[in-house]
């Protein structure tokens, strides 16, 4: 898998003054643009298309420095439709416009070299996993727009916990019929900026069910039918439920005969009276990268 990522950024490399097509990129990497979108993020930090506007723009910078290179050629070249679009995003990435790259004595210049992929040996963290086809069900719950937050308690998603009712509760528990029988986290719909820890996502805590309702003052989520892979751990809370989601990103995934599917990621976690000690998992929609 790292060989075809690295694949995929060669053709980035040679594409940056043209356009980068998807369905090239899916050949090369033998996965969904959408898969490709994700472990990008997941193992690089930034979203892909964060990586393809600051590649061109330092190339951008390295064609300004040479002697009778033109900003609006420049602009054109790297795919901006106007000198104005150009000299912001340049001013953003670096400080000063395009114009006043010349005068670099003035100015800190700035890179931004082609990333490459690598393994690197991790301590042995075990995964217990499981992987389990679902029907179409839905989950009824409370649901809130909540910042991106990859460590520690999101007082948010606190804050939407409490606020449940009494009466939800009720609701809750009476349209329970499916495994877990727990109430579950559902974070979807996440802004662009996921990967740099920016932006928002809906986030919803309700129960898995197949039941035509009634339901009453709860909000709806469809969730589409799909195989699950379901992470289970148990430790200090939230560090370790975290640190699975990275190790599910960094090392399951690349090594994986799977690619993520476009839905929902679920949690839940068992019990809060023991915070050292608390049983947790995760579910993230897949399949196999050969269907």
């Given at each position: 898998?790292?060989k075809?990522?690295?694949?995929?950024?060669?053709?980035?490399?040679?594409?940056?003054?043209?356009?980068i097509?998807?369905?090239?990129?899916?050949?090369?990497?033998?996965t969904?643009?959408?898969?490709?979108?994700?472990?990008?993020?997941?193992?690089?930090?930034?979203?892909?298309?964060?990586?393809?506007?600051?590649r061109?723009?330092?190339?951008?910078?390295a064609?300004?420095?040479?002697e009778?290179?033109?900003?609006t050629?420049?602009?054109?070249k790297?795919?901006?439709?106007?000198?104005d679009?150009?000299?912001r995003?340049?001013?953003?990435?670096?400080g000063?416009?395009?114009?006043?790259?010349?005068q670099?004595?003035?100015?800190?210049?700035?890179?931004?070299?082609?990333?490459?992929?690598?393994?690197?040996?991790?301590?042995g963290?075990?995964?217990?996993?499981?992987?389990?086809?679902?029907?179409?069900?839905?989950i009824?719950?409370?649901?809130?727009?909540?910042?991106?937050?990859?460590?520690?308690?999101?007082?948010?998603?606190?804050?939407?916990?409490?606020?449940?009712t009494?009466?939800?509760?009720?609701?809750?528990?009476?349209?329970?019929?499916?495994?877990p029988?727990?109430?579950?986290?559902?974070?979807y719909?996440?802004?662009?900026g996921?990967?740099?820890?920016?932006?928002?996502?809906?986030?919803?805590?309700?129960?898995?069910?197949?039941?035509?309702?009634?339901?009453?003052?709860?909000?709806?989520?469809?969730?589409?039918s799909?195989?699950?892979?379901?992470?289970?751990?148990?430790g200090?809370f939230?560090?370790?439920?975290?640190?699975?989601?990275?190790?599910?990103?960094?090392?399951?995934?690349?090594s994986?005969?799977?690619e993520l599917?476009?839905?929902?990621?679920?949690?839940?976690?068992?019990?809060?009276?023991?915070?050292?000690?608390?049983?947790?998992?995760?579910?993230?929609?897949v399949?196999?990268?050969?269907?």
């Open positions: 898998m790292l075809r990522m690295n694949d995929a950024i060669d053709y980035i490399e040679n594409r940056l003054n043209e356009e097509e998807p369905r090239e990129l899916e050949k090369i990497t033998g969904s643009i959408y898969h490709f979108r994700r472990m990008f993020s997941y193992l690089s930090g930034m979203t892909l298309g964060t990586y393809i506007r600051n061109r723009l330092s190339m951008a910078m064609e300004l420095l040479r009778n290179v033109s900003v050629e420049t602009a054109f790297y795919g901006y439709d106007s000198v679009g150009f000299t995003a340049f001013k953003e990435w670096v000063f416009t395009p114009s006043e790259v010349k670099h004595e003035s100015h800190k210049l700035q890179a931004f070299p082609k990333l490459s992929f690598q393994l690197t040996i991790q301590g963290m075990k995964m217990e996993y499981k992987i389990v086809k679902k029907d179409a069900f839905k009824a719950g409370v649901k809130k727009r909540v910042p991106i937050q990859f460590e520690g308690v999101n007082k948010e998603i606190e804050n939407l916990a409490a606020s449940i009494e009466k939800q509760y009720e609701t809750m528990n009476g349209l329970k019929d499916m495994e029988y727990q109430v579950m986290n559902a974070s719909q996440f802004d662009e996921r990967s740099e820890e920016k932006g928002y996502l809906e986030h919803m805590i309700g129960v898995p069910t197949t039941k035509e309702g009634p339901y009453d003052n709860l909000e709806l989520l469809e969730v589409a799909n195989t699950w892979a379901i992470f289970s751990s148990k200090r939230p560090k370790v439920m975290q640190d699975t989601w990275a190790k599910i990103a960094s090392e399951w995934l690349p994986s005969d799977y599917v476009d839905a929902p990621e679920l949690s839940y976690v068992e019990d809060y009276s023991n915070l050292e000690n608390v049983y947790s998992e995760i579910w993230i929609a399949k196999k990268k050969s269907e």
